[in-house]
Nanobody, 128 residues
Framework: QVQLVESGGGLVQAGGSLRLSCAAS????????MGWFRQAPGKDREFVAAISSSGGSTDYADSVKGRFTISRDSSETTMYLQMNSLKPEDTAVYYC?????????????????????WGQGTQVTVSS
């Protein structure tokens, strides 16, 4: 059983920063490809960033490139999303997602349908 718990959301002014964390339980964290997605009110869930199980590859949505950084710490079984230069349009519930793999890989999964495990979400609100 895989459980994911997000934290770090909150209210911040435009231009500010937040760091989201996703704590994963269960074994074989190092063989999990991970991702961050977000959903704003009235909109579909969208891809934000993803990191390979090896940690060697990352991918970002165009809207967050240069502002957000995804990383993972296998020793703590935790994934992070550092969000800088936040904009009001970044306001959403942010979800972390996990997909178990048979072995370490550099493959990235940007499609939400590729992830069977999801956290409960953390609210990020950016005021103008």
């Amino acid at each position: 059983q895989v459980q994911l718990v997000e934290s770090g959301g909150g209210l911040v002014q435009a231009g500010g920063s937040l760091r989201l964390s996703c704590a994963a339980s269960g074994r074989a964290f190092s063989r999990r490809s991970m991702g961050w997605f977000r959903q704003a009110p009235g909109k579909d869930r969208e891809f934000v960033a993803a990191i390979s199980s090896s940690g060697g590859s990352t991918d970002y949505a165009d809207s967050v490139k240069g502002r957000f950084t995804i990383s993972r710490d296998s020793s703590e079984t935790t994934m992070y999303l550092q969000m800088n230069s936040l904009k009001p349009e970044d306001t959403a519930v942010y979800y972390c997602a996990s997909r178990s793999l048979a072995s370490l890989s550099d493959y990235i999964f940007p499609d939400s349908a590729d992830y069977p495990y999801w956290g409960q979400g953390t609210q990020v609100t950016v005021s103008s």
